[in-house]
Structures are given as structure tokens and as C-alpha cells.
């Protein structure tokens, strides 16, 4: 059997599963903002791949309701997303947080809501829907934010918890089995904390963040062994007078290389920057928008460098901070001390990143990029929505490939063998695979277009 050496597989892993297309940079755009109609008031609000059809769609909690906004690819807003609500069953006042991942290892994604004294976990079944919600209890009260990623570096996502005027961040690590095993580390006793699982600046493993966002608290950085233990912690304090309002890590001057962009003030306001370690203090700041809030970031413009999204509550505006210059949006004022008032995500399948934001009042506000990306064709390197649909995934035995007639296609699994390959005979495909579970690379080649996609093989 042939195989494909692990330089080449890391390649394909990193470059064909994330994609690389190098762009000329674009001013950013937006149709006019919409409600998606029927949210109603929406209190928190998250994006990504719910039902395991390779498609992004929304999730939604207005009060005790969470509520799936299912995308269906046929690139309407007005069209293209028909919902399943489920009930969150938790104490007043219902939950305050909500993170996506996949948090038992099937290659599925789950939800986790943040509330009370616990958090729940909506695990997709092989259905694409979603089972009922299991609890993890914190030990402590009143759940201020929860964030998905893996904490320790270990390859199992983990669920990082904070608490709201509680000296301990929580962390439940993942396993190969999926269980959840609390840990507990010192914190600082604050309120309205914003968390985040990356890396910054050069370094090779993620840290754990967390933003104090009352009584003038710090950022804390916390570097956590494979083994669960601190290795460093790093507390960096706001600027003289102000209360850090949102944070995130982006790469918006260097592709790969994370900054800290934390915004502070109110009718003078400014976004501090570290490039590299919360160590010192920020090595600069710009001046934004008045009352910024809640903070993401994403590749916006194509340009393969991230955007910094800053909504600003109360002002019906959201900023987006790149590497030359920062612009003003329109947009119906979002809920601006929730830490899951806004996420971005493709939701209408045209490869462009959007914006969603939550309102209490008046629901989930839309705005759909428009931006023109400008291709240099230095890429052969293509992501899955060129007219290429993988599904089921996971699968058990049968797996479909919608495609371009006569596009070959490789099975590849992590050490870089070449499992089965063939060619389409037919615009839609289906391929009838024997191979142990696992993960693996789809690779699919039609003249000089190459993508590639990863599967799971229950």
C-alpha cells in the first residue's frame, strides 16, 4: 500500500484542511443588516456545524430555550435556515454562557451552556440532532463563561469555566472517552470574565485566558502542563482607572502569530495590544469607538490575516479593527456585557466569513459580507464548498461525494497510508469503504484543484 511521508501529511492537515489562498487585501462589506426572523429576543449566541453536514449553522438561547438555526445551502438568508429548539432545564435566571465543540471525541459537535452552579452538555448524535442535556456541577455559583479548546495540550478539548466573584477557574479536562474531570485553579475574585483557549505570539501550545471585567481586574494567562498543572501564570492589570470590556487573540499583523486586543473606557475608549506575552505591559493601543464591548476575530476580508470584531452596546455600531485601519458598522445594538453577544461564521455557504450579534429585545441581527475577494491564484489549494459536498461525517460504512465527474479521490489515514482510492463516476458518489474507525484525510483532485477534508470513521 502507498503511502504519503508525515511532512506531506502535515502539510495536507494544516494548509488543505484550513485551507491557503493568498489574497490582495479588501475593504470589508456587508448587505444590510437583518433579523432572522422568529428568534425573537436572543440572549447569547454561537455558530458552528450543528447537525454534521459540513454546513455552519446557529445557536441561539432566549431564556430557557436553546434554539438551532439549521443552515441548508442554498445560500438565502431569508431561505436558507429552519430551526429545532430544545429546552434548557436550570434554576433562575437561566443560563450566561454558551461555547461549541466536540467534547467526546466523535468527531461531532456538542453544545455547552453555562448556569447556576453547573454546566450542560447537549451531545449530536449520530442523528445530527441533539441528546438530552447532561450536568457537570461547578462547585461553586453563578457561571460567568465558558469556552471549548484544549487546555492542556493533550488533544481532547476541554471545557474551561469561570465563576462569577469566585476566586477559582474551573477546568473540566476531556479524555480518549470523552469523561469530564474537574480541576480547580486560583483566580481573582471578579465578575463579567471573557475566556479564550489559543495560542499567543510564538508560542506552540495553547494558554488558558481569562478577562476580570469589574473592580479594575486583570488578564490572567495561565499555562497549564499535560499533566493538569500550572506551569506559569501570568496576571497582567488594566490600564489606570478603566475596567477591561472584551478581549480576544487575533492575527490580524502576522498569520499564526496571536495578539492580546483588549478594549477599556467608555466615552474615550481605547484597545490595549500585546504582541506577544501579557509579561509587560501592552506594547500599544488605538483608539476605538465609544462603550466597545464584546470582542471576536476573524479572517473577514480574505486576506489570511484576521479582523478584530468590537461591538459597542447602547450605539447600534460594531468596529472591525484590521491590520491598517479600523471601520464603523451599522448594527442594531447587540447585548454589550454578554460575552456571547456576537460570533462570526459562514452561515449562507459562500465561503465568507459573517457576523451575527444577540439582542434581548429584539433577537438575532444578521450581516451578511458581501466583501469581494480578490484570488491571485498562487493557491491550488481550495477549501470543501467548491462545489464539493462530503457527507455523512462521521459515517460507518457508506460515505458521499458530490463532485466534478472524474475527480479522483484518496483516502489517507494519520500516518500518512493511502487507504483506498478511486474516481468519480457520477456526480454524486457513494463510496462503500472498509477501514478501522478513526480519523483521516479525504484528498479530492480534479485537474489542478486540490481540496481536502477531514473524516471520521465510526
Not at 38 to 53: K, M, P, T
Not at 184 to 199: A, E, F, M, R
Not at 299 to 324: A, F, P, Q, R
Request: glycine share 10%.
Amino acid at each position: 500500500m502507498k503511502t504519503i511521508s508525515k511532512t506531506i501529511l502535515r502539510i495536507l492537515l494544516l494548509v488543505g484542511l484550513f485551507g491557503s489562498r493568498a489574497v490582495m487585501a479588501q475593504s470589508i462589506s456587508f448587505e444590510t443588516p437583518v433579523n432572522i426572523i422568529g428568534s425573537g429576543g436572543s440572549d447569547l449566541v454561537a455558530c458552528d456545524d450543528i447537525n454534521n453536514d459540513g454546513l455552519q449553522d446557529i445557536v441561539a438561547i432566549n431564556g430557557y430555550s436553546l434554539k438551532v438555526y439549521l443552515q441548508t445551502n442554498n445560500k438565502s438568508i431569508s431561505l436558507s435556515l429552519s430551526s429545532i429548539s430544545y429546552y434548557i432545564s436550570c434554576p433562575y435566571p437561566g443560563p450566561r454562557s454558551i461555547d461549541i465543540g466536540d467534547l467526546n471525541n466523535d468527531g461531532r459537535n456538542d453544545i455547552v451552556v453555562g448556569f447556576s452552579d453547573s454546566i450542560a452538555i447537549f451531545y449530536q448524535n449520530s442523528k445530527g440532532t441533539l441528546n438530552a442535556q447532561i450536568n457537570y456541577a461547578t462547585g461553586g455559583n453563578d457561571v460567568d463563561a465558558v469556552k471549548c479548546g484544549d487546555a492542556n495540550n493533550d488533544g481532547f478539548n476541554d471545557v474551561a469555566v469561570s465563576l462569577w466573584n469566585s476566586t477559582i477557574i474551573s477546568i473540566f479536562y476531556g479524555s480518549s472517552s470523552g469523561l469530564l474531570t474537574k480541576i480547580d485553579y486560583p483566580s481573582v475574585q471578579q465578575g463579567y470574565d471573557h475566556l479564550d483557549i489559543c495560542k499567543i505570539g510564538t508560542d506552540t501550545i495553547n494558554s488558558v485566558f481569562k478577562m476580570c471585567g469589574q473592580g479594575y481586574g486583570p488578564l490572567i494567562q495561565y499555562k497549564i502542563k499535560t499533566n493538569k498543572t500550572i506551569d506559569t501564570t501570568i496576571y497582567r492589570t488594566h490600564p489606570p482607572g478603566w475596567n477591561f470590556n472584551g478581549f480576544c487573540i487575533s492575527d490580524i499583523y502576522e498569520k499564526g502569530n496571536g495578539k492580546v486586543f483588549a478594549s477599556y473606557g467608555g466615552n474615550n475608549p481605547a484597545c490595549a495590544i500585546w504582541r506577544n506575552n501579557l509579561s509587560a505591559d501592552a506594547d500599544t493601543s488605538i483608539s476605538i469607538y465609544q462603550c466597545p464591548g464584546t470582542m471576536r476575530s476573524a479572517d473577514l476580508n480574505g486576506d489570511g490575516k484576521d479582523e478584530v470584531v468590537v461591538i459597542h452596546g447602547g450605539w447600534n455600531n460594531l468596529s472591525i479593527i484590521s491590520s491598517d485601519s479600523t471601520q464603523n458598522y451599522f448594527v442594531w445594538s447587540p447585548n454589550n456585557a454578554s460575552v456571547n453577544s456576537i460570533t462570526t461564521g459562514d452561515i449562507n455557504n459562500d465561503g465568507l466569513i459573517d457576523i451575527i450579534t444577540a439582542n434581548t429585545y429584539r433577537g438575532l441581527t444578521v450581516l451578511i459580507n458581501n466583501t469581494k475577494h480578490q484570488n491571485t491564484g498562487m493557491s491550488k489549494y481550495l477549501n470543501t464548498k467548491d462545489n464539493i459536498k462530503i457527507y455523512p461525517n462521521p459515517f460507518t460504512d457508506k460515505i458521499n461525494i458530490e463532485s466534478v465527474i472524474g475527480s479522483s479521490f484518496v483516502f489517507i489515514d494519520i500516518n500518512g497510508k493511502i487507504i483506498y482510492e478511486g474516481y468519480t463516476k457520477s456526480q454524486h458518489e457513494e463510496i462503500n469503504i472498509d477501514m478501522p474507525p478513526g480519523i483521516y484525510v479525504l484528498q479530492i483532485t480534479n485537474g489542478e484543484k486540490i481540496s481536502h477534508q477531514k473524516i471520521v470513521r465510526e
